[in-house]
């Protein structure tokens, strides 16, 4: 089984503040920092380091090489990354004290996904093979709809969530990896057992990933129901730690582990990937994560 992320590419600006910037408000930075980032690449890059043969689809501008080197320095086959004649697309990231951000998206090549490059990219794959998105490209609706008429196993982290996203027909999706907010503007609902009954109501036979920030994470596939609580870390920047924990969830499930060994392992790189700083370079290989000897967090 291959398994293809077309997702986006992006050069991220992190700004180290000592609060987020107000209405109004001018305010200096303590640090700037570069860093190669994009929930697509980001995901890429933790799918490879947990072990899982990765192809990532999407397009740079002629400044975004850096990113295309990046990935294949991870080892994720970079040979369907396609370069256009504008920008890149970027991300100006806020980090305050706490480690917690804010971030603001500039789409660039990120929005240049065009039908015909689609069809090339998933001319390659066949029935069987799995496909990642997020939400930070354009065209998502086409990518799945052919995707699905091939027989890939397709799987969605809904970030960053969109009117447009919601309204498409995901019900070819079967791996669903989202936060509570995404996961109430799929249902409308705040409680999440509930969340993750009505996403099997909306979208039949789809398997439910729902991160609870401190609560951990559940697991629900209309049979069975698994857990996972956090880890005690020091929070340096929480950026990428979803995408972290996407890409070593369904790479551990890939390399043929259980459930909860794949909840146990995602955990553990999101633990680890928040006390890092910066998005891709934070995201820790399947070694460290197996070696770590983190505290679970008791509540
Ligand atoms: O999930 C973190 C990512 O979101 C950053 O790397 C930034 O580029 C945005 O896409």
Do not use: W
């Not at 980090?95 to 390659?124: M, R």
């Not at 052919?146 to 970030?159: D, F, Y």
């Not at 791996?175 to 057992?193: A, R, S």
């Not at 996407?246 to 794949?262: C, I, N, R, W, Y």
């Amino acid at each position: 089984m291959k398994i293809l992320n077309f997702g986006s590419l992006n050069i991220d600006n992190v700004y180290s503040m000592d609060h987020f910037v107000r209405p109004g408000e001018t305010t200096a930075s303590l640090k700037m920092e570069t860093f190669c980032g994009g929930k697509g690449l980001n995901q890429s890059v933790a799918l490879a380091k947990a072990g899982a043969p990765v192809y990532h689809a999407g397009k740079v501008g002629a400044d975004g090489q850096m990113l295309i080197d990046i990935l294949g320095e991870y080892g994720v086959d970079t040979s369907l990354v396609a370069m256009t004649q504008g920008h890149t697309g970027h991300a100006i990231i806020q980090v305050d004290k706490k480690g917690q951000n804010c971030i603001l998206l500039y789409g660039g090549a990120n929005q240049e996904i065009t039908t015909d490059y689609i069809d090339d990219v998933l001319a390659h794959f066949e029935k069987g093979d799995m496909l990642l998105l997020q939400n930070e490209i354009n065209n998502i609706d086409y990518i799945i709809k052919k995707a699905a008429e091939k027989g890939m196993i397709l799987a969605i982290n809904p970030s960053p969530i969109s009117d447009e996203l919601v309204k498409m027909d995901l019900t070819s999706i079967t791996y669903f990896i989202l936060n509570e907010i995404e996961g109430n503007e799929l249902t409308q609902e705040t409680d999440p057992e509930k969340i993750a009954r009505k996403m099997r109501q909306i979208y039949p036979g789809c398997v439910v990933v729902l991160t609870l920030g401190k609560q951990g994470v559940m697991y629900y596939d209309g049979t069975n129901t698994y857990t996972h609580g956090i880890y005690d870390v020091p929070v340096v920047d929480t950026t990428a730690a979803g995408d972290t924990f996407t890409g070593f969830f369904l790479s551990t499930l890939m390399q043929g582990e259980d459930v909860p060994k794949a909840l146990e392992y995602a955990s553990i790189a999101s633990s680890l990937a928040v006390s890092q700083k910066g998005a891709a370079p934070s995201i820790p290989t399947m070694e460290q994560v197996k070696d770590a000897k983190l505290k679970k967090v008791e509540f």
